[in-house]
């Protein structure tokens, strides 16, 4: 168990759809990492927040959004969901310092199925 | 940018065997550091060692070890005595230079290991 919580496990939703993941971090961990791992596009880093501000973005769509709240959890917001964003979404945390060593650990991930 | 690649798409192995999962990756960083995470069919995702580039000695985790040869670019995880519950997919992963807002974790396509009993 790495401490990272992800709720839903499995979502099963139709196309057009919005759809919202949650995440709570390790504890004492201020970084909020979101991936999303594909068959055809692998693990993609999507967006990253640092204690409660948003630090980096990656591949993330702009029906895509995030946010990292005061208690330090996250959510990951879908919307206008496609068959393509059927994908298993991962959330990890981190200290978040600045240094090599600052290790990622993920949650269990949530499945997204888009019918 | 950084990129990492897994050449090996699947192996089997004997069980109590060793086996060495490879890794290569490319940057322009000096200073970066190299993960190994472990996804079994449940899905979710294992960290198992890391190695900075400024290490000078090899990680080592119980049965993990990390083959680090820097003027090769290459960070082989090695696994000792392997078990049935190793099968799983293996990914290498980078992160670059240690910077605000550098720290994503770039990923290789896996290594689908399985073991024979």
């Known amino acids: 168990d790495s401490g990272v919580t992800q709720t839903p496990k499995h979502l099963i939703t139709a196309t057009g759809q919005r759809v919202t993941l949650r995440c709570s971090p390790r504890s004492g961990d201020l970084s909020v990492y979101w991936y999303q791992q594909s068959l055809d596009q692998g693990l993609q880093f999507l967006i990253q927040y640092y204690n409660g501000e948003e630090r980096a973005k990656g591949n993330i769509l702009e029906r895509f959004s995030a946010q990292q709240f005061p208690d330090l959890h996250s959510e990951l917001n879908l919307s206008s969901l496609e068959l393509g964003d059927s994908a298993l979404y991962f959330c990890?945390?981190?200290?978040?310092?600045?240094?090599?060593?600052?290790?990622?650990?993920f949650g269990p991930g949530t499945r997204l199925t888009v019918l | 940018a950084q990129k990492i690649t897994q050449t090996q798409p699947g192996m089997f192995v004997q069980e109590k065997e060793a086996v060495t999962l490879d890794c290569t990756y490319d940057?322009?960083?000096?200073?970066?550091?190299l993960f190994w995470y472990k996804q079994p069919s449940s899905g979710e995702m294992i960290f198992l060692i890391y190695?900075?580039?400024?290490?000078?000695q090899n990680a080592t985790e119980g049965r993990y070890s990390l083959n680090f040869q820097k003027a090769r670019k290459s960070a082989n995880l090695v696994i000792s005595a392997s078990q049935l519950g190793d099968s799983a997919m293996y990914f290498c992963a980078m992160r670059g230079a240690v910077n605000f807002g550098n720290e994503k974790l770039t990923f290789g396509t896996g290594t689908r290991l399985t073991i024979i009993p």
């Open positions: 940057t322009s960083d000096q200073s970066y550091g």
């Open positions: 990890a945390s981190s200290v978040g310092g600045t240094f090599q060593g600052d290790t990622q650990y």
């Open positions: 190695q900075g580039s400024y290490d000078e």
